[in-house]
Every structure is written in structure tokens, then in C-alpha cells.
């Protein structure tokens, strides 16, 4: 192929890399932080990532070159960040810089920055603290002009790792919980608790859960009880995930032994959204079900057992045709009778 290129006057695509010098981007983009330089920058590295496709070690030396910091080269530890310098710009990695730069650029112009981003970080190598917490930020600052970002952050946390240390984040109870599922934008909300599931599905989820359970629950509590419909609802759904996950196992029976917790959704059980209702049913279920109640969640339960029971009757007819629901109300039903 290069012998054709070249017998037609024309640079191969090994010509074409050859003459991208990253270095030298990232430094003007550190001189000059413009939308200009940020979109050279990207179009540099999707030369790089044309075909023929870089080798693994190839890909590695180019993720080290938007991963480094101006203090790592100093000596400093790579991916930390040295002094404080004014707002934090120059030791950002060139990779922060792109995500800090985001807002700075078109809507269609974002879309193609972070596919770039997302491409270059094929497989996710390590991220650190700092990338989470500027790109949530960015996020919440800037939604729903940022919803790009959406992708290339659930993007990373397919690496466990990565997920552990977003979890860990000082901006992942206050903003990745408290206000992006909080946004009265529909799409805002419902990107940010695809991020949410995401993080959840991932095995180190239990342990943070367990080590974090009363400020995460306490921060959950704000989507449970938000006047918001879609942020219920969908709050409702990836609790009921959380809590049927195999691994969340202590996490669920810690849940389902709280008197709080039971009286909250059973006040979700009586919104008037028939949704929230269903939703509400499937993490009630558990609390009904679970053979080791603490007394005081089987003396309440029981308290009201003939309210629930009649509730239950006939309840959700449309939704009897969905998975196990049926079979689900029934023992749920049998086993309030039982109490």
C-alpha cells in the first residue's frame, strides 16, 4: 500500500505519523489552552490511532504522554500533582486539559474530542483521582452542554480499578449523587444514573458500599425522596439492583434490618404514581421476604399487614405478564398473612 501511495504522489499514512509530533502539541496547548490547540492535539492523536493500528506498546507510550504531568517529568511521582500553581492548569496531564477544555467548544466538536479520548483510552489504563473529579465537575458545571463526557467516563470504569477510584472520588457523593440525578434535565439525569448502574455493576462496588453505607445511603435518600418522578423511579431501580446483587450481600441484609428504611419505602408504596408503586414493591419485597427479620421491621410489617395485603390484591394486573412479578406478589402476599 505505501508503494501505491507513493507511486501516486501521495504520503502513506507511516509518512503521516512520522511527522505528528505530540510533544509538541501538548506543549502549545499548554502555552495557549484554546479550543484551537485542544482540537490539533486531538486530531495529532487520531492520526496516531489510524490505521495500521499503534502496537500495545506503541498505544502505552502515547496513554503515558496525555496521562504525564509537567511535575512528573521534575521527578515528582507520575500522575500526581506537584505545587499549586494558581488554579491548577499547568500541572493538569494533557488528558485533563482536553476534559477542562470541553465547555470551551461546540457541541459536535465535544462529541468528536471524546470519542478521540475514549479511542485513545482502548483499553482504560489507570486513572487518577484528579481526572474524576475534574470531569464530574465539568459535568456538573456544564450539563447538559457536557453530555459527551458521559460516555468517555463509563467508558473507564469498565476498568475495576478505575470504578474504585471514581467511587472514591470526593466529588462521587456530591455530585455524582447529589446533583447531576437531581437535574431537572431528562437527559442530564438519566446519563448520570447510566453512570450510576455502571458504577454499581462493578465488583468493587461492595466494598465501598460496606465501608461507606451511611454517608452513601444518607445521599441516596435525597434521589428516594426528590420531588422529581424520573429521579424516584430511577432510584428506586438501581437500588433494587443494588440490593439483589449477589456481592451486595451484607449491604442488602444491613438495608432490609433498618426500620428507616422499611417506613420509607413503604411511603413509597403509597405514591400516587403507579410506577413509583411497582418500583417501590421490588425493594419492598425483600423486607418481607427475608427469613432473619429484626424484630422491629417484623412488628411494624405485622402492624400493617392487613393494609398491605389488601394493597397488594389485584395490584399491577398490567405488569403480571413481566418476569417472576406474579409469583412474586403472591408470596410476598402469603407471607404478610403468615406474620
Known sequence: MAGILKALGR???DDVKAKVSLPTLIASLRADPSPSNLEKLCEGVDVLLSPPSPSPSELETL?????ERPAAAAGSPAGE??????????ERSPLEMCVGGMPQLEFEKKKSTCATLLN???????LPTSFYTLLTTIQNSNAPSCLPLGNLLRHTLSDPPNASTYLESPT???????ELPLSPNFDVLSDAFSTLKVSFTSPTSSPYLETNYTPFFTSFTHLLTSSNYVTRRFSLQLLSSVLLSRSNF???????????SLKQIMNLLRDPHPNIQYESFHVFKVFVVNPRKTKEVEEV???N????VKFLEGRWKDREGEGNFKGERELVRKTLEEL
Do not use: A
Not at 63 to 67: E, G, H, R, V, Y
Not at 305 to 308: A, N, Q, S
Open 120 to 126: 485513545v483510552l482502548s483499553p482504560p489504563p489507570p
Open 11 to 13: 504520503k502513506s499514512s
Open 81 to 90: 500533582p506537584g505545587p499549586s500553581k494558581g488554579d491548577g492548569e499547568e
Open 63 to 67: 496513554q503515558n504522554l496525555l496521562l
Open 250 to 260: 451484607n449491604v442488602m441484609m444491613r438495608y432490609i434490618s433498618s426500620l428507616p
Open 172 to 178: 462521587f457523593l456530591t455530585v455524582s449523587i447529589m
Open 305 to 308: 399487614k392487613v393494609k398491605l
Open 301 to 303: 410489617l405485622r402492624l
